[in-house]
Nanobody, 123 residues
Framework: VQLQASGGGSVEPGGSLTLSCVAS????????MGWFRQRPGQEREFVAA????????DYIDAVKGRFTVSRDNEKNTLYLEMNNLQPDDTAIYYC?????????????????WGQGTLVTVSS
């Protein structure tokens, strides 16, 4: 499975972006998917995850109410809708896939990773 993330860019505080992650080389129907980010000078961290059915999601507190993770299994695509972006959201965002049961927050649980897409929030 190969993952290709896109949709990053530069926005002002309060702006919005939607990231996409397209999977190829195999269906992601039964895979859990997640978004991680690496902010400048910091380690990569979990942001959001969604189980294969799309019925269960999880977010870090810092993005709850602002970010929404979703997926379209027919299109083999994962999304991260980001609203009210703040400078602290500036980071490289990575998508990842895992085949465990339930929501996974640990990087080590994810088998496949996209290349990352840069999100910059500044005025």
């Amino acid at each position: 499975v190969q993952l290709q993330a896109s949709g990053g860019g530069s926005v002002e505080p309060g702006g919005s972006l939607t990231l996409s992650c397209v999977a190829s080389g195999g269906p992601i129907l039964s895979w859990g998917m997640g978004w991680f980010r690496q902010r400048p000078g910091q380690e990569r961290e979990f942001v959001a995850a969604i189980v294969w059915t799309g019925l269960t999601t999880d977010y870090i507190d810092a993005v709850k109410g602002r970010f929404t993770v979703s997926r379209d299994n027919e299109k083999n695509t994962l999304y991260l809708e980001m609203n009210n972006l703040q400078p602290d959201d500036t980071a490289i965002y990575y998508c990842a896939a895992e085949n465990r049961v339930g929501i996974q927050r640990k990087e080590s649980e994810y088998m496949y990773w996209g290349q990352g897409t840069l999100v910059t929030v500044s005025s």
